[in-house]
C-alpha cells in the first residue's frame, strides 16, 4: 500500500520512480512531435527522425552518448537531462558488458525506442 499513494490497486513505474517517468514522457511527447502522422509512427521512423539531428552519426543506425546528447539539446534537454533518458534507454547497458569484456561505446538504436512508443500502456501519461 506504501507503493500505491493513489490506491488505484496496482504499481505502475510512476510509483517506483516518478522522476525518470516524467523525464521520459516529456522525452517521447517532443520526439513523437517531430513526427507529422501519429497513427502510423514506428520506432525506425522515430530513430531516424532523431539521428537526422545529428546527421551524420558515427555508426549508422547506433547514437552514440555524445550525439543523442546533442540531439537531445536541441530538443530542449539539458545535459543532465539527456544523459539521463540516454541512460534509461540504453537497453544493452545494463545487460551488454561485463568488467571482464567490455561492450564498447554505449550506443542506441530504433530498437531502444520501441518501448518508448509502449510508454503509456505502462503509465497513465494524462
Known sequence: Q???????????????DP????????FRERLLSMVPDLQNVDAEQLFSRLSA?????????FLESSEFRTAAKAMGFN??????VFSYL???GAIGGSMHVPRGAATISSKDLQWLLRLHTLVNLD
Open 53 to 61: 539531428i545529428v546527421a551524420p552519426p558515427s555508426k549508422t543506425g
Open 90 to 92: 540504453d537497453l544493452q
Open 2 to 16: 506504501e507503493l500505491d499513494s493513489g490506491r488505484s490497486g496496482c504499481i505502475s513505474l510512476f510509483e517506483l
Open 79 to 84: 545535459k543532465a537531462e539527456a544523459d539521463r
Open 19 to 26: 522522476g525518470s517517468v516524467v523525464l521520459l514522457a516529456k
